[in-house]
C-alpha cells in the first residue's frame, strides 16, 4: 500500500470545519478514485478523476463535497462544513492509464467529527 | 440496495487447513471480480481478479472461482496460514459496461487462521 500516498492518516474536525485529504498516486498511474467506508460496511465509491478533469463523481454526496485532482500536486477530497454523518475512514486508489488491472489502494484518512 | 453481498461476516479455520470465502452478485453486468484483503488500519490490498470469461483463475496459494449462471464467486487459500488472518472483500465491475473503475465492493468477511 506504500505506492498511493494519503495524508493525514487521523484527522479530526469539529461540526462546521472544513476537512481537506489528500491522495498521491502510485508512480504512472494518472486515475484516481476515492472511495468512502463507514463502520461495519464496504467501500462505497465516490469519485473518479483523471488529470484536471472530474470523469465520474455519481458517487459524492451532491452538496459540501467537492474533488479534484491539479495537474500538479495530489488530488484533494474537500468536505466543508462537517457533519457527524461525515465520520468515515476514506480511502483513495490510482490505476494506470488504459483498462483494466486492479485499483490500489492507499491506507485510508480516518475522519472524525466531534 | 446491495449488488454485491458477503453473508459471512466471520470465518475461522486452523492452520494449513482449506479457507473458502463466499460472494454474491446481482447485477448481471458485473463481468470482472477482484479480491482484496484487509488489516487493521491499513488500506485494501489487492489479491487476485478474474474476468467473467473464465471460471478459474489461480494464484500461488489462492483461487477465485466464478459461476456466472449462479452469480456466485469464491476465494479459496489453500494451506491457511495466520498471516491470512484479515478481512476480505470481494469486488465487482462492469468492465465492458465502461464503467469499469467503479468497484462495487461486499461488506467484507473477516478471516481468522488459528495455529
Known amino acids: 500500500n506504500a505506492g498511493v500516498m494519503q495524508n493525514p492518516r487521523h484527522l479530526v474536525r469539529r461540526r462546521g470545519q472544513e476537512a481537506r485529504l489528500r491522495c498521491s498516486p502510485m508512480?504512472?498511474?494518472?486515475?484516481v478514485y476515492w472511495y468512502r467506508q463507514l463502520p461495519e460496511e464496504g467501500l462505497k465509491f465516490m469519485v473518479y478523476?483523471?488529470?484536471?478533469?472530474?470523469?465520474?463523481e455519481s458517487g459524492m454526496p451532491k452538496e459540501r463535497f467537492s474533488a479534484e485532482f491539479p495537474k500538479e500536486g495530489p488530488s484533494i477530497l474537500r468536505i466543508q462544513q462537517v457533519v457527524r454523518g461525515d465520520s468515515a475512514a476514506y480511502f483513495c486508489?490510482?490505476?494506470?492509464?488504459?483498462?483494466?488491472?486492479?485499483?490500489?489502494f492507499g491506507d485510508g484518512t480516518r475522519l472524525s467529527i466531534l | 440496495d446491495q449488488q454485491v453481498k458477503q453473508n459471512s461476516p466471520s470465518l475461522s479455520v486452523q492452520e494449513g487447513r482449506i479457507s473458502i470465502l463466499n460472494c454474491d452478485y446481482t447485477?448481471?453486468?458485473?463481468?470482472?471480480f477482484l479480491w482484496y484483503k484487509k488489516y487493521p488500519a491499513e488500506g485494501p490490498t489487492f489479491l487476485i481478479s478474474?474476468?467473467?470469461?473464465?471460471d478459474k483463475n489461480e494464484d500461488g496459494r489462492f483461487t477465485v472461482f466464478l459461476n456466472k449462471s449462479a452469480k456466485h464467486l469464491s476465494l479459496h487459500i489453500v494451506p491457511s496460514q495466520p498471516g491470512d488472518s484479515a478481512v476480505y472483500f470481494c469486488?465487482?465491475?462492469?468492465?465492458?459496461?465502461?464503467?469499469?473503475?467503479?468497484?462495487?465492493f461486499g461488506k467484507g468477511t473477516l478471516l481468522t487462521v488459528n495455529p
Open positions: 508512480k504512472g498511474h494518472s486515475h
Open positions: 469486488a465487482a465491475s462492469a468492465l465492458s459496461g465502461g464503467s469499469n473503475y467503479k468497484l462495487t
Open positions: 447485477n448481471s453486468m458485473f463481468d470482472y
Open positions: 478474474i474476468s467473467s470469461i473464465k
Open positions: 486508489a490510482s490505476s494506470p492509464p488504459g483498462q483494466g488491472g486492479p485499483q490500489h
Open positions: 478523476l483523471q488529470k484536471e478533469n472530474i470523469i465520474d
